[in-house]
């Protein structure tokens, strides 16, 4: 297990995961959301490659339709 902060809270995950296990462990679509990783906005082409490391910040934020 890791420590991250996720969207402002500490929390403890698996370690090793990529972006998009995260993402799936979250119940959450990747085309739904944007994550920034440490600051910086993630493309959905690289979050199944970009693993989660001790200490790092994701922010991840849902689209919300409506009109």
Known sequence: MIQVRLNGK??????????????????????????????EILSRDVIADVRVEEGDQVEVVHFVGGG
């Open 10 to 39: 500490d929390r403890e995950i698996e370690a090793d995961l990529t972006v998009m296990d995260l993402l799936e462990s979250l119940e959450l679509n990747p085309h739904m959301v944007v994550v920034e990783l440490n600051r």
